[in-house]
């Protein structure tokens, strides 16, 4: 089912062995027929996404939708009690209006439930995803500890050392001596697990800079994205890693959240449903980016869930792929690694790289030959697959053992590919997320004849800015001031042209910590924040004319 490509990394799943509650499903996937009489509405979006990601659906002009409206709570209450039995939701998806519901006792009666969901009005499908045993909840851990000090570089004119093999095939470093090495930007992490990340020394600038936002274990058991898998530790260092001489990573200065999806133990079909969420959860954030090195095919525990074929790869079939698909309406771009399937009785590329409208990556080497065991493409309905190719095989990476060392697999090709997207996306910001995808896939070097290996070929992101840079407005100095930057407590806050008529303080997840309505418009004022934890927090400020988001690290 899933992909942990990373040759070195095959036999993790010794850690918690393999983990058994019986034959019969106690999981299922209700899809709901509407959302009618849902008290939630897109006139109030803050409701539901975060004050970034309303501020990017303003900024390309992308409506709030019906879509996008939470599952109504009234039809997940009526599922939870219409039998006696303890019951649970553990995943929900609000753009494909489904939940999983997991029932702890229905090892001789699955069924019967199945049947007595389906008698619900709105209720128009329920599908058997998992076999579980004790669920727990889940939640956002939201990193409070900020830095004392930005340890930024000045520019990002790095000594890449071996590293430079990950990048250079699509001349990215040079995107990097350009001055563009993702800040600002905001990428999602979904994977396996990222054992050790928050310990491994050359992680720590990171946490420091106040780059690590948040985690979010989907996989019920630990609730802890640094137990579990290490896989994830060596696809988010391709990344994020800035050692200067030994491993740069294609988007250093970017924000992150990391989260996983799939059990490090068991292989369930509803690890696509907790995917759909986290997807879901990403962009309610405000990702501009998400990246994904897993993938699902046939391989399941349990021989009854695996209902898809390499037919079905069409984009739709499968709920991850479908909630993929609508990414870039909303705003984000979506990565996803093509599967290591070139060698296998599968072949084809794997779900979700099969979405619409994403960049699925293939595998090359340094030298730009593609890896035989990269996923065949096109998809099911014949669109080209892979979108893009990267150097995955022989990529440089930190493991879980903080080695420095290099790993092969499209799971290392797909993050080279979403950090240098970032990269484009901050020079270029006026394209949306389709039009950035577009644009990489025509400046891959087989945009003009795109084959089944490699698709489009390997993008050159460097001559992409190049040829778009002078189209690119001028950026606007802020007239805003908020100092010291990061505070223990104290800020200044200073617009001289304008004045200030309110301040509002949102956390991370665009919960609303505090606000300030001024009755009297001045352009100086100072607020004291000691009473908030420490942490990222954004300050946005309006004025007469304009608003304006400000990040400030509480210490």
């Known amino acids: ?18 983990v058994t509650y019986g034959q019969n499903p106690n999981c299922y996937r209700i899809t709901f027929s509407d959302k009618n009489d849902s008290p939630y509405s897109v006139d109030r979006p803050e409701e539901f996404l975060s004050l970034r990601a309303i501020a990017k659906r303003e900024r390309f002009n992308i409506p709030v939708i019906e879509q996008d409206l939470p599952v109504n709570p009234q039809y997940i209450e009526a599922i939870l009690n219409f039998s006696n039995e303890p019951s649970q939701i553990i995943s929900r998806s609000k753009w494909d209006n489904s939940v999983v519901i997991f029932y702890s006792e229905t090892e001789n009666c699955h069924g019967i439930i199945a049947e007595m969901i389906n008698h619900f009005p709105f209720v128009v499908d329920t599908l058997s995803v998992a076999v579980y045993g004790k669920i727990n909840d889940f939640e956002i851990i939201v990193h409070e500890q900020a830095s004392t000090s930005i340890v930024y570089n000045s520019s990002c004119d790095y000594n890449y050392g071996n590293s430079i093999d990950n990048i ?39 946490y420091e800079n106040g780059q690590i936002w948040g985690t979010r274990d989907f996989i019920s058991g630990i609730n ?9 530790t060596s696809t988010i260092s391709i990344i994020v890693s800035a050692i200067e001489g030994q491993l740069i990573g294609s988007a250093p200065k970017a924000n992150y959240f990391l989260f996983r999806t799939t059990s490090p133990w068991i292989n369930n079909l509803v690890e696509e449903d907790f995917l759909a969420q986290a997807i879901e959860v990403a962009d309610s954030l405000g990702a501009d980016i998400i990246t994904v090195s897993l993938g699902y095919r046939d391989n399941f525990d349990y021989e009854w869930q695996n209902i898809y074929t390499s037919a079905d790869n069409d984009g739709m079939a499968s709920i991850a792929s479908r909630t993929a698909s609508i990414l870039a309406h909303k705003g984000v771009i ?10 296998s009785n599968w072949r084809h590329i794997t779900r979700p790289a099969d979405a619409k409208d994403i960049l699925a990556v293939g595998m090359v080497n340094k030298y730009g030959v593609v890896n035989p065991m990269s996923s065949y493409g096109p998809s099911a309905d014949w669109r080209v697959k892979p979108d893009v190719a990267s150097p995955g095989d022989g990529a440089w990476i930190i493991t879980s053992n903080g080695i420095i060392r290099q790993g092969g697999g499209t799971s290392a090709a797909a993050p080279i590919i979403a950090g240098l997207s970032a990269c484009l996306w901050q020079a270029l910001p006026q394209y949306s ?7 990489i896939r025509k400046y891959g070097d087989r945009y003009s004849n795109p084959n089944n290996r490699t698709g489009y070929g390997i993008p050159n992101f460097y001559q992409c800015y190049l040829d778009h840079t002078n189209s690119v407005p001028e950026k606007q100095i802020s007239s805003v001031s908020v100092y010291p930057n990061p505070t223990m407590g104290e800020l200044r806050i200073r617009n001289e042209e304008l004045g200030i008529k309110s ?26 924040i000691s009473h908030l934890n ?3 927090y954004f300050f946005k400020i309006t004025s007469d004319r304009s608003s304006e988001m400000i990040k400030v690290i509480k210490q």
Do not use: W
């Open 334 to 343: 979506f990565v996803c690694c093509a599967g290591n399937e070139g060698l």
């Open 224 to 232: 802890n994205v640094y137990l579990g898998h290490n896989h994830g």
């Open 1 to 18: 089912m899933k992909l942990f490509t990373f040759s070195f990394l095959l036999s993790a799943f010794c850690l918690f062995g393999a």
């Open 503 to 528: 301040i509002e303080i949102f956390d991370v997840l665009g919960r609303k910590r505090s606000s300030n309505h001024l009755i009297i418009s001045s352009s100086h004022h100072l607020i004291n």
């Open 168 to 206: 250079s095939l699509h001349k990215g470093h040079f995107l990097h001596k350009a001055g563009f090495c993702g800040e600002d930007m905001l990428i999602c992490v979904i994977d396996a697990g990222f054992e050790n990340f928050n310990t491994i020394s050359y992680f720590q600038p990171l």
């Open 433 to 439: 997320a389709l039009e950035i995808m577009n644009l």
């Open 534 to 536: 420490s942490g990222i």
